[in-house]
């Protein structure tokens, strides 16, 4: 007697190892689908973070938009001379074919002719940024600020040095150095560098240029390196600042306290205690 099913009963009992297989194998590419999916969000947001940090050529616009105009066609990186200017390249978790440097290796050399900025076909890099009177002015390039470590700068230990005073194309405008009695010897002064954020252009010189064994100095994008006052705060001694407070109007809050005389608060306050 044969063992053998009939062929009906063996596709009936075939079918649902075949549908048990394809649920799998569909799960499986959903799972993989959505791992990538992962990853590919994952670079996406070290990307996005890394961007606030880079440093990019003259005439860059803000960052975002930026990133909405460079067409990354990489051809201000040809055109720099002293090959400062890099092209993220995958990998490097930053936005993908866009300009940048790294002035601890190669910083701007602050060409005249500003080379990078012309070629921009874009517009990603303004060029009516770095001109004064229709003339190209790399003295008014914004590529960042550069931050002073007080603890790691050896100046500010006492020592006396002096590089990325030194190194500053802006000499005596962007980096000043500010002389200071040293209490701890009684004899000796101090030479502190001290950035001036009005001049400084960000070309990175004098990171590239401090001694010590990791940059003391160094240049962060303006936004991430300074602070904001808010505009409720109005510089009485700048002219131009003031003209902000024409047509405002003020508002006076009363409370209890404010009800009597500052010298009446001081003395009722020790109530509270």
């Known amino acids: 007697m044969s063992n053998r099913l009939p062929d009906k009963e063996r596709k009936m009992r075939k079918q649902p190892v075949s549908d048990r297989r394809a649920f799998l194998l569909s799960a499986a590419r959903a799972i993989g689908l959505a791992a990538m999916g992962g990853l590919v969000w994952s670079a996406y947001v070290d990307e996005v973070r890394a961007s606030e940090l880079l440093l990019r ?25 002293y090959d400062t200017l890099l092209l993220a390249k995958p990998g490097d978790q930053k936005p993908l074919g866009t300009p940048y440097f ?16 012309p070629v921009c076909p874009s517009g990603a890099l303004d060029i009516e940024s770095v001109s004064t009177d229709n003339e190209l002015d790399i003295n008014i390039a914004d590529m960042g600020l550069a931050v002073i470590d007080h603890e790691s700068c050896i100046a500010f230990w006492g020592i006396q040095c002096d590089a990325c005073y030194r190194a500053c194309p802006l000499l005596d405008v962007a980096i000043t150095v500010e002389y200071e009695k040293n209490a701890r010897t009684g004899k000796h002064a101090f030479l502190k ?13 004098c990171e590239h240029a401090c001694v010590t064994e990791k940059a ?43 009800k009597k005389s500052a010298v009446d608060s001081l003395n009722d306050s020790g109530d509270l205690y």
Do not use: N, Q
């Not at 067409?71 to 720099?80: D, H, L, N, T």
């Not at 790294?102 to 900025?117: A, G, L, N």
């Open 102 to 117: 790294v002035p601890r290796d190669i910083p701007c050399y602050m060409c005249t002719d500003i080379p990078c900025v």
């Open 193 to 205: 560098p001290v950035v001036h954020a009005d001049a400084c252009t960000g070309c990175g010189l």
């Open 216 to 258: 003391a100095i160094f240049v962060l994008p303006r936004e991430v390196a300074m602070g904001k006052a808010g505009t409720h705060y109005i510089k009485g001694w700048d002219k131009k600042d003031e003209r902000r407070l024409e047509g405002a109007s003020s508002k006076t809050t009363t409370t209890e306290i404010s």
């Open 57 to 81: 050529p003259p005439g860059a616009l803000k960052e975002e938009e930026f990133l909405r105009t460079c067409i990354k066609c990489g051809m201000c990186v040809e055109a720099c001379p």
